[in-house]
């Protein structure tokens, strides 16, 4: 009798398989010498291979299995998110087109980076069990420090990376320490066991298990930014590539929440009555320091950072709520946050090439008169950040107020809204800056808006000479997806709420 | 006759985003067509309205985001027919603002314009609570990029200022909104609904309402502005430009206003009792504070600006008497002052225009001198202001008064000065604008041109003509207030319930 192979669900695990043959093939494309090869080939073959587990996901939506022995759970949550990290994938490799990055890291390593970084994300979404949590976090974080390091010949980069490799690692040794001792605790590592561990020894007040929480929680509030364990966010945003920057805000930050999920809403939940207070004054501290970090910078990229802590504390309320309305609000809200991000972060890219003022405000002068495409993009990537009607960011604080409502956290709406209406201070001296094209010139205010000279903006911005036609594609199709879903936002609630029903340990 | 709400609602977005594709001047005429069309509707509309039907007329009840029960419901009834006449008309008139006199880039500020009368139109017909909201939030935005790309010199600051103000109480709106539809699904234990019709059957606890009427009075009051959250009013007046001003001023507050109708009121109406004394004091203060601003301030933007607050306080003082006189009187107002300051804002550009751009009265005279037929038009909207016997401002502020005087017998009585208060800035403005003697910066005097007429006569006309026969607006809202679904009657109710517990203790 010839011994039997394990059995292994192909059809399950293809996205992951099309994100590892994408990785080894690039890395080895790469290695040709031909310039059209590296430069045009191996992104080609990126965003081929993200596409490919996009469709695969979609494929495979509805399926509700464990693969590898019950490590990594296989469910319309873990592939939506594999859906969302793929896209901030495509959107990163079309924003690091012809960029320095990929230049000096060499296309082929820089491609293969991300889409290793992106099989960790997978893999983490759907851990369910703490050894493929820890495998995934790391298999997503280390590509991540290479690519922030990637612009080898800027030191701002260089110092990026390494800040992120500190920070990064102690984040990690915090979580495995943490993870360590939930497993003392409860004796498993398979999260459905130790919620029946918990369940039936209630062991919840525990204090090898609370050290565990609270050092688990420690690490992914580090991956995710949640203050206090946030500083490290504006300086790596500042100094990473902005395709990386664009990348690691969205997708990273959707990885951090997808685990932050399983673990705390199944195998943690017995114990919420321990977590959830916690969570809900981190969620609190996160807004508050997210909104007032934000109000005085004038690097795009720190404000984006600050605002993505920001954005970090409203999802942790659909993570303490611990329903599976929750789920689906904080799944909508990550996809609604990667359109607007993304939006956001080709814009930066565009203007980067186009005006050489980095990332800086002034950047974006005067937007309105010579790029149209590029302000209104701007404009309803911020309105939508700050949460206004008619984008999709309106339903995704709708939603999650929704969700704090049901569950009695209603003043964690009330923090929600009063941290939104902070932020608007700082979105529109974005929106400021992209319309108000110069200093008060005293000949604009002819009553009525009588015809001003066209000619007067002479000192605005010179015009673009590199212009950057893939970042400005992305950034106006993610914005029309923001408008389409503030007016149409049903499919995504129905993705979401198919993501929501995935944990089925919530009511 | 069936008058689809949607196109109505739609009408003026739709046309002005199609004038964004054509060139230049196009756009505007593009938009006037959509602003046109929407009037039309509402003519049609206050014609059709069937004034002894009960409810809801020319409904529109469809799904659209069934994940948070939110449904594309629209509906008109005597509370919101007039006012969206009023809206349609003053955009029109500000459509056609901007076709007369062209603006930099027209295109995009007729498609501003047109934005900005959907989500108006949207916010005065919804019937769904979120939907409501929703438009509230959105009128927000091309009022935000007028200002960006049109307004004065100080723009940015004033700007942020405003949405800033707006905005914090629209958010805190919105949580309530939600809260409202969760907990009453929560009391039914049915499913989430925000239809306003289902939500105002639930009565919610009295704690609990009365967190809800805050959140959402404190919304109404900032967006109209009313005394004590107006900061960001003189700056936004003194920056905006004119054409959208005029559309700001006469229509935006209004829906603030209607809001208190149409949310506040029937959704929460033990509350409503609750903050009646506060609310009538803040009028009354409103009030007073507005006339006395107006009457100190030179500019005429501000002069208008603080006006409004004033009339926006007694609109506001005839809502709380929580009498059908005084909603009554209180909506009749909401209509006239919206005619009323929609042209006044257009006669501050001619004025304007006549001196070098200066907008201070200090500076202004003896216009009347060159033009006699712009000063005897705006001697008209100026008497109508300050509702001489026989406007309709008299008529609506006697209502107003009257209900308050039932209500409150003191606080009418001190907001009786107002009614003379309001005579002394309206009439100070006129005359240092028009009388005494030349101003030192008015330059070219002449009367106004055929073109300006268009603008400013069937504004006026249609002001005398409410004027001669303002029944036709107090019968068509009659029903929704007084009628067999009458909105007082709940707090009627239960400002009765106490009282009858009362009794009934201290029967035995």
């Known amino acids: 009798m010839t011994p039997k192979a394990p059995y292994i669900d192909w059809a399950a695990l293809s996205p992951f398989v099309a994100l590892a043959a994408g990785a080894i093939v690039t890395l080895m494309v790469g290695l040709f010498r031909s310039r059209v090869v590296r430069t045009w080939v191996v992104p080609g073959l990126t965003v081929v291979s993200f596409g490919a587990a996009i469709g695969l996901s979609v494929w495979q939506w509805g399926t509700d299995t464990a693969v590898v022995s019950g490590a990594l759970a296989i469910d319309d949550l873990s592939l939506g998110l594999t859906i969302l990290f793929c896209a901030g994938g495509i959107v990163a490799t079309l924003l690091a087109l012809g960029s320095a990055a990929t230049e000096d890291a060499g296309h082929g390593e820089f491609h293969s980076l991300l889409l290793s970084s992106v099989m960790g994300m997978v893999v983490l979404a759907g851990a369910q069990d703490l050894i493929s949590l820890f495998l995934g976090f790391e298999l997503l974080s280390i590509p991540l420090y290479v690519l922030c390091a990637s612009e080898l010949r800027r030191a701002t980069s260089l110092e990026s990376g390494l800040k992120y490799l500190i920070v990064g690692s102690v984040g990690s040794a915090t979580l495995v320490y943490g993870l360590a001792f939930i497993y003392g605790a409860t004796g498993t590592t398979s999260f459905g066991a130790i919620a029946r561990s918990l369940d039936a020894t209630g062991t919840s007040s525990d204090v090898l298990l609370l050290t565990g929480v609270a050092l688990t929680l420690t690490g992914l509030a580090f991956k995710a930014s949640v203050a206090p364990f946030h500083q490290w966010t504006p300086d790596v945003y500042e100094g990473a590539p902005t395709a990386v920057t664009g990348f690691m805000a969205v997708a990273t930050k959707a990885a951090a929440f997808g685990v932050i999920l399983r673990l705390f809403d199944v195998a943690l939940l017995p114990a919420a009555a321990t977590w959830a207070p916690i969570m809900s004054v981190l969620a609190v501290i996160t807004i508050i320091v997210g909104n007032v970090g934000a109000l005085g910078q004038s690097s795009l990229k720190r404000m984006l950072a600050y605002s993505s802590v920001a954005q970090a504390g409203y999802m942790l309320a659909g993570v303490v709520v611990t329903t599976s309305l929750g789920v689906a609000a904080t799944a909508f809200y990550l996809a609604v946050y990667l359109l607007m991000n993304l939006a956001a972060f080709s814009v930066i890219a565009a203007r980067e090439r186009e005006t050489g003022l980095g990332d800086d405000l002034s950047s974006l002068n005067g937007l309105g008169a010579s790029r149209p495409a590029l302000a209104w993009t701007m404009s309803i990537a911020m309105l939508a950040l700050a949460g206004f009607p008619a984008t999709a960011g309106f339903f995704g604080k709708v939603y999650l107020i929704d969700a704090a409502v049901n569950n009695g956290y209603g003043w964690l709406s009330v923090a929600i809204v009063l941290g939104s209406a902070m932020s608007l201070a700082y979105y529109l001296r974005v929106v400021a800056a992209v319309w108000v094209r110069d200093e008060p010139r005293p000949a604009a205010l002819t009553p009525g808006g009588q015809p001003v000279m066209a000619g007067a903006s002479a000192d605005g911005p010179p015009v673009a000479r590199a212009s950057h036609p893939f970042a400005v594609f992305t950034g106006v199709l993610c914005a029309a997806a923001t408008i389409f879903f503030g007016i149409f936002p049903q499919p995504l609630f129905d993705v979401a709420q198919d993501a929501g029903r995935a944990l089925a340990s919530l009511l | ?508």
Do not use: C
Request: hydrophobic fraction near 60%.
């Open chain 2, 1 to 508: 006759m069936t008058i689809h709400l949607s196109i109505l609602v739609f009408a003026p977005l739709a046309f002005a985003f199609a004038g964004t594709l054509l060139p230049g001047r196009l756009a505007g005429y593009l938009g006037l067509a959509g602003s046109l069309v929407a009037l039309g509707l509402s003519v049609a509309m206050l014609l059709d309205f069937n004034q002894s039907a009960d409810g809801l007329q020319y409904v529109t009840d469809d799904k659209w985001i069934s994940a948070l029960g939110i449904r594309w419901s629209l509906g008109v009834d005597g509370l919101n027919l007039w006012l969206i006449g009023l809206t349609t008309l003053v955009f029109a008139a500000s459509s056609l603002w901007i076709v007369l006199r062209p603006v930099e880039r027209p295109g995009q500020f007729a498609f501003l314009m047109g934005l900005a009368e959907t989500a108006v139109l949207g916010a005065f017909t919804a019937q769904d609570l979120l939907l409501f909201v929703l438009f509230f939030d959105l009128m927000l935005v091309p009022f935000l990029f007028l200002m960006f790309g049109w307004g004065g010199p100080e723009r940015r600051s004033a700007t942020i200022k405003m949405i800033i103000y707006t905005l914090v109480g629209s958010l805190l709106m919105l949580a309530a909104a939600v809260a409202t539809g969760v907990l009453a699904a929560q009391q039914t234990d049915g499913g989430l609904t925000f239809a306003l019709s289902d939500l105002s059957k639930v009565s919610l606890g009295a704690g609990t309402q009365r967190l809800l009427f805050a959140a959402f009075a404190l919304a109404f009051l900032i967006k109209m502005p009313a005394f004590l959250v107006h900061g960001w009013m003189p700056d936004a007046y003194r920056q905006m430009p004119l054409p959208a001003l005029a559309a700001f001023s006469a229509v935006l507050s209004k829906v603030a206003a209607y809001g208190f109708l149409r949310v506040a009121l029937p959704l929460f109406p033990d509350a409503a009792v609750d903050f009646q004394t506060i609310l009538m004091i803040l009028s009354v203060v409103g009030i007073i504070y507005g006339s006395a601003m107006a009457f100190t301030a030179t500019n005429l933007r501000l002069i208008l600006g603080y006006s409004s607050l004033a009339q926006l306080s007694f609109i506001t003082l005839g809502i709380f008497s929580l009498t059908d006189q005084g909603v009554q009187g209180a909506l009749i107002q909401a209509v006239n002052h919206g005619l009323v300051v929609a042209p006044l804002f257009f006669v501050v550009l001619l004025a304007a225009e006549r001196a070098g751009g200066a907008e201070d009265v200090r500076e202004l005279g003896g216009l009347a001198f060159a033009g006699p037929v712009l000063a005897s038009l705006t001697l008209v909207l100026a008497l109508a202001t300050l509702a001489i016997p026989g406007s309709a401002n008299f008529v609506g502020e006697f209502f107003i008064l009257f209900g308050a005087f039932k209500a409150k017998l003191v606080l009418s009585v001190i907001a009786f000065t107002g009614v003379a208060m309001a005579s002394v800035y309206m009439l100070r403005a006129y005359i240092r604008t028009f009388h005494n003697r030349v101003g030192p910066a008015v330059v070219a005097g002449r009367d106004m041109t055929l073109r300006d007429g268009l603008i400013l006569v069937p504004l006026v006309i249609v002001i005398v003509a409410f004027a001669l026969y303002p029944q036709a607006a107090l019968r068509d809202g009659e029903q929704a207030v007084r009628g067999k679904t009458p909105l007082l009657a709940k707090i009627d109710a239960t400002r009765g319930a106490p009282r009858a517990v009362a009794s009934t203790k201290a029967a035995p």
